[in-house]
């Protein structure tokens, strides 16, 4: 019997086959091999560490407190001006003594004064109509309640014609320094017990501390919710509320 041969064609058409089965295998192993990597990566990162947030918070109360007021006058002269300002201070002064506050405990910023000049349709005339001079008086005291009594009363005062911009005591707490290691120690607990929550959850267990960050601490008025990226400090109010909280990644075994 004589040897057949195969047309051309059908020895392209073969020869496309086997190289696209070629093709096929060696991107199955690819994949494969891709796949196993991608995904004992996954798990490396899954099984190597988790991080939580920790947080502790106390009340605490200001023991320091700042207040300025701010006197104003006006007159046609900048010298009458100014005397009223002088007049109004020595009245602002009796008030704050006579209601416990120390002359040591109050100091008097300089007089400033500036004037009113006239305009008409929008254009200066030249033409100064009065003066205006005033003088800030700040009252320090670590009796803060005293201060938020005084403050509350300043009513009396202005009802006597003195011209007085009240801006409200500020409240501080002094003992904050001592209070953030105790709060950040309180804090990483409070981290732990979620990570051990977390991970026993799915079987695991917590190692060591890999890393930590602490966040910035949050003095808020009692009960608030506010926050802030840079930290928060409200000084309206006598009691506070101060938190603190960490981020803390723990390694993890499963």
Do not use: C, H
């Amino acid at each position: 019997m004589s040897d057949l041969k195969e047309s051309p064609i059908i020895t392209i058409e073969r020869r496309k086959a086997v190289t696209i089965i070629i093709s096929a295998i060696i991107l199955a192993v690819a994949l494969g091999g891709g796949l196993m990597k991608v995904g004992s990566g996954f798990a490396a990162r899954t099984t190597d560490g988790i991080t939580v947030t920790g947080s502790a918070k106390t009340s605490a109360t200001a023991d320091n407190a700042v207040w300025t007021l701010s006197v104003q006058e006006n007159s046609a002269k900048v010298s009458d001006a100014v005397t009223r300002v002088g007049t109004s201070v020595v009245a602002l002064s009796k008030y704050l003594t006579a209601g416990g506050i120390p002359a040591t405990g109050i100091q008097l910023g300089a007089v400033s004064t500036y004037s009113n000049a006239e305009y008409i349709n929008g254009n200066p005339t030249g033409r100064i109509l009065s003066y205006n001079a005033s003088r800030d008086v700040t009252v320090r005291s670590k009796d803060v309640r005293l201060i938020a009594k005084l403050s509350q009363g300043i009513g009396t005062l202005l009802q006597t014609g003195v011209n007085i911009n009240n801006y409200g005591p500020q409240y501080y707490v002094s003992v904050l320094p001592a209070l953030r290691p105790q709060l950040l120690q309180e804090a990483m607990k409070d981290a732990q017990v979620r990570a051990i929550a977390l991970t026993k959850a799915v079987g695991g267990t917590v190692g060591a501390v890999l890393s930590v960050k602490s966040g910035p601490f949050q003095v808020t008025t009692p009960d608030s919710t506010t926050t802030s990226d840079a930290g928060a400090y409200d000084t309206t109010t006598i009691d506070k509320t101060i938190t603190a909280t960490v981020s803390v990644t723990f390694k993890t075994k499963q």
